[in-house]
């Protein structure tokens, strides 16, 4: 025969047994969650501030340097194989030119961006012609030019 008490205290520790699996699953999902957000969503052109807010420690694919943002657009548009990674374009100042530059991805190491680097099927850019670049420098060359 089960007593209030005792059914009480099932139920609390079923409870209990509940939460600490939901809080499990939060753990787990969440560093998944920050980073699915801080990379971006695949295809999408993002801006000099989203390259910005990307870590200073990780790394990314430099593709082109082209010479205004109507031609990245236009090569972002007619490169179907960009569509598996976030891409991003910054301006800078060169010379007294101002130069377009277009990235692809977000990586943890210049491993994994190498690795990347080498697997890429692009119409209009040779794997060999991909740099691989560490963010703290493109945030260094995106602080110099205003952008816009």
């Not at 691989?132 to 945030?139: F, G, M, S, Y």
Request: charged share 20%.
């Amino acid at each position: 025969m089960v007593n209030e008490q005792s059914l009480s205290g099932s139920m609390v520790s079923s409870c209990a047994r509940y939460a600490c699996c939901a809080i499990g699953m939060l753990a787990l999902l969440m560093p998944l969650l920050v980073k699915a957000k801080q990379f971006g969503q695949s295809g999408q052109l993002h801006d000099a501030q989203w390259l910005i807010r990307q870590s200073d420690q990780a790394f990314t694919l430099q593709l082109v340097t082209l010479s205004s943002r109507q031609q990245v657009e236009r090569f972002a548009a007619g490169e179907p194989g960009l569509k598996d990674y976030p891409i991003a374009h910054y301006r800078y100042q060169k010379q007294g030119r101002l130069l377009y530059v277009m990235t692809l991805g977000v990586f943890p190491d210049a491993f994994s961006a190498q690795q990347v680097k080498e697997s890429l099927q692009l119409k209009l850019v040779a794997p060999k012609d991909a740099w691989v670049r560490p963010l703290d420098e493109i945030h260094a060359q995106i602080r110099t030019t205003l952008q816009l």
